[in-house]
Structure formats: C-alpha cells, structure tokens
C-alpha cells in the first residue's frame, strides 16, 4: 500500500523536515524542549549532508540551525524500527558520530578549536531510547569522580521519549511529544499555543499540491531503492551461504540501495 502525503504524522521525516524548516514552530519547538528563550533560529537547513571525504561516510541531517548566540542544533526524528533493540545500542554512538561532523563541518584544518561552537543534537524517539520512562534524557560531559565538575566542551545530547510514563516535563512539552506521534488534535483535548501553531502548519503542508507531487516523487525513487537494495542484500548473503550472512546480506544491500 502506498503512503500518501495526508497520511503521514509528524514522525515520518517528510512532514517533519517541510514543517520545522518553519522557523517560528523550529525556534517554539527547540524553546520547549530546552526550557530556555530563543531569539531566532538562523538559516534552517532540510536535510543538511555533510561529507567530509570523498569516500567517507556522510551524514543527513534533518533539521540543522543555529541561534543567534551561534550555538548549534541538529534535531533528528527516530521511528522505532523491527530491530529495536539493535537500534537502542546504536542510538548513543549514533548522537557521538553527528556531533563529531558537525564539529567538522564547523571549522577546517588548522583552525583553533576556539572557533567550535556550543552544539546540543536532540533524537525525537517514538520508543523509550533507555527504558526508564523518562520523557527527556539529557546528557553532558562530566568528571566522574565529581560530578559537579563539568567537562567544558559544550556539547549536549538530548533524547526525548514520546512513548514516556512519568511526570517529568512541562504540560506543553508533554503535548508537542503526544502530537508528534499521533499529529491529531482530540475534540476532547484542547492544544496549547505550540501544538496549535504546529498543527495549522502540518495541515498546511499536507493540502499543498505541489508537495504531495514531490513526496510521492520521493516515495517512488525510495520503492527502487529499496528494491535494489534488497537485491543486492540477497547476493551477499547467498554468497555467504549462511542464514545470518543473508540477513547481515540484506541489511548491507538496503543500506548500499539507499
């Protein structure tokens, strides 16, 4: 069955990426989850890629922009996949690799570390990233033998939980979580100012023609991708002749289709 564009929530990274490239609901959004004002959010960026090599590997970003203090935010969606558990053990590294390419990215060689600026990356999960039901985890860098001492380097990887069970975050913070997921405003649930604005917009995107041509445009060319993908898994994994060597196979050949 084919995804349409009005059948999207605000999880899938096409209506996520059109509505927060917005940069009033990007500048409410990041002021909601860090707690903090924001006078403007500076050149959103869709799906910035960072390559650093020629054959290194590169990096999508969904969202990626700066504030008027220069600090750097990168805010990614993540769905929960078939291989959660898989995809929990990666998701600090993951967090680790962004951050070290947007560090890359930021000043050349030879430049002064001076020059790298505060980054805090934020992973949006529709599954509790470390089973604790939190609606946020908030990390830094911190000596272990006093944990009042803090590292400097003004890096911040902030994982939010939209599946979360606890009373742990503001009211509007709670909403903006519950609408993400579910992109539905309840007859019996009035919204806050925040995921009011966000819905208007998510309707917005949703009725313009011209991105429900380019959506399904996407959608087609991701259909062969995977496809080949698929076929390129199978091969390695009959070469190896084994059951685990096909599913590391197919998992190789959907990331080489895509």
């Given at each position: 069955?084919?995804?349409?564009?009005?059948?999207?929530?605000?999880?899938?990274?096409?209506?996520?990426?059109?509505?927060?490239?917005?940069?009033?609901?990007?500048?409410?959004?990041?002021e909601?989850?860090l707690?903090?004002?924001?006078?403007?959010?500076?050149?959103?960026?869709?799906e910035?890629?960072i390559?650093?090599?020629?054959?290194?590997?590169s990096?999508?970003?969904d969202?990626?922009?700066?504030?008027?203090?220069?600090?750097?935010?990168?805010?990614?969606?993540?769905?929960?996949?078939?291989?959660?558990?898989?995809?929990?053990k990666?998701?600090p590294?993951?967090?680790?690799?962004?951050?070290?390419?947007?560090?890359?990215?930021?000043?050349?060689?030879?430049?002064?570390?001076?020059?790298?600026?505060?980054?805090?990356?934020?992973f949006?999960?529709?599954?509790?990233p470390?089973?604790?039901?939190?609606?946020?985890y908030?990390?830094?860098?911190?000596?272990?033998?006093?944990?009042?001492?803090?590292?400097?380097?003004?890096t911040?990887?902030?994982?939010?939980?939209?599946?979360?069970?606890?009373?742990?975050?503001?009211?509007?913070?709670m909403?903006?979580?519950?609408?993400?997921?579910?992109?539905?405003?309840?007859?019996d649930?009035?919204?806050?100012?925040?995921?009011?604005?966000?819905?208007?917009?998510?309707?917005?995107?949703?009725?313009?023609?011209?991105?429900?041509?380019e959506?399904?445009?996407?959608?087609?060319?991701y259909?062969?991708?995977?496809?080949?993908?698929?076929?390129?898994?199978?091969?390695?994994?009959l070469?190896?002749?084994?059951?685990?060597?096909?599913?590391?196979?197919?998992?190789?050949?959907?990331?080489?289709?895509?």
């Amino acid at each position: 069955m084919k995804n349409t564009l009005k059948a999207l929530n605000l999880a899938d990274d096409f209506l996520f990426a059109k509505v927060m490239t917005d940069e009033s609901i990007c500048k409410e959004v990041l002021e909601a989850i860090l707690g903090i004002h924001i006078e403007k959010v500076i050149f959103p960026e869709n799906e910035k890629t960072i390559n650093l090599t020629i054959d290194g590997k590169s990096v999508r970003l969904d969202i990626y922009v700066r504030d008027d203090q220069m600090t750097q935010y990168n805010m990614e969606m993540q769905k929960e996949h078939h291989d959660k558990k898989k995809q929990k053990k990666q998701l600090p590294k993951r967090g680790r690799y962004y951050q070290g390419t947007m560090d890359l990215d930021l000043i050349s060689k030879g430049d002064s570390y001076e020059l790298l600026q505060k980054s805090i990356i934020i992973f949006i999960c529709t599954f509790d990233p470390f089973s604790e039901g939190r609606h946020l985890y908030t990390f830094e860098n911190r000596c272990i033998e006093n944990l009042s001492l803090p590292l400097g380097d003004e890096t911040t990887k902030i994982y939010l939980n939209t599946q979360g069970t606890l009373d742990d975050v503001s009211e509007e913070l709670m909403q903006l979580l519950s609408y993400l997921e579910y992109s539905e405003v309840r007859a019996d649930c009035k919204p806050g100012a925040l995921v009011q604005n966000i819905h208007n917009k998510v309707m917005e995107v949703k009725n313009n023609r011209k991105l429900e041509v380019e959506f399904m445009t996407l959608e087609e060319k991701y259909r062969d991708k995977l496809e080949e993908g698929l076929e390129i898994g199978k091969e390695i994994g009959l070469e190896q002749g084994l059951e685990q060597g096909l599913e590391q196979g197919l998992e190789q050949g959907l990331e080489q289709g895509l």
